[in-house]
């Protein structure tokens, strides 16, 4: 289970304790997330699931400091995000955390490596090549560094937004919908690279999805329904994840 925060109190990668978030509309605030609380093991793969305007981007964003809760606490390893001013959390989100977006947000006027390397040049830190090679080599991309992300299929440009969000060694990679803009097949490769990054690499990996097949992939489900954490499943099949959304919020 996911949903007690202190049963990894040693080898969390993230944890959320208590936290909430509302939106302003108007002259009413709408509740995004109430009284979220989980852990995230180090070293495993995270699908975060629930109805549209269940709280799921809200989550990711607070999780991964791009935006804060209201109440509550943020912790990435043993760093406090939610406590940390604005220039901190940015320097802190450079070095620590990796972003996969459905849209890739690759820059069309720079090759692939110098995409993968991004992040490192904004950090102001030196690119270990042998380090980059291997990036390359793991996500499927060995020998296409010097291409432009025009020069690739949408499964390789998200293959290459993958390669930049490792380059850093972040503590945690977070990715929104990462397969939404790709067929079913190329879905499940990229799937297979982000279950690939944790087994390894050892890498920590939460995914917001709305596909129980990619959900599958991952060692843990997270359910939320109306702001709130709903329980969750351990390395489930895709049929259990949709059962297990059909009745959503009913218990
Ligand atoms: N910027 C905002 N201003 C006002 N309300 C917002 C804002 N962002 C989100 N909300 C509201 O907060 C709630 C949670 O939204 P959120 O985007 O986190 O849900 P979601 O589960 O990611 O939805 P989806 O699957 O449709 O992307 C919804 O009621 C939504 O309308």
């Known amino acids: 289970m996911y949903s007690n925060a202190a049963e990894f109190p040693g080898s969390a990668a993230l944890q959320l304790q208590g936290i909430s978030k509302s939106y302003r509309s108007g002259s009413t605030a709408v509740p995004a997330l109430r009284d979220v609380s989980l852990a995230v093991p180090a070293g495993t793969f995270t699908a975060v699931m629930g109805p549209s305007g269940s709280g799921k981007s809200t989550l990711l964003q607070c999780a991964a400091g791009l935006d804060s809760p209201d109440s509550g606490k943020v912790l990435l390893g043993n760093t406090e995000i ?82 930049r969000a490792l380059i850093t060694r972040p503590d945690v ?34 995914m917001v999805t709305h596909d129980p097949i990619a959900a599958s992939h991952a060692d843990s489900v997270i359910f939320l329904a109306d702001g709130q954490l709903d329980g969750s499943l351990g390395n489930a099949s895709s049929r259990d994840v949709a059962d297990r959304m059909a009745y959503l919020g009913e218990r």
């Open 82 to 163: 939610s406590r940390l001013r604005s220039s901190a959390l940015t320097r802190f989100r450079r070095d620590h955390v990796g972003f996969v977006f459905q849209s890739y947000n690759l820059l069309p006027q720079l090759t692939v490596a110098a995409n993968t390397t991004l992040p490192l040049l904004l950090a102001g830190r030196e690119t270990d090549h042998e380090w980059l090679d291997y990036v390359l080599e793991a996500v499927g991309l060995a020998g296409l560094g010097e291409r432009k992300p025009q020069e690739l299929s949408g499964g390789q440009q998200q293959r290459a937004a993958i390669a």
């Open 173 to 206: 990679v977070f990715a929104d919908e990462p397969t939404g803009a790709l067929d079913s097949g190329t879905a499940r490769q990229v799937l297979d690279l982000l279950r690939h990054t944790v087994s390894a690499l050892n890498q920590t990996v939460v």
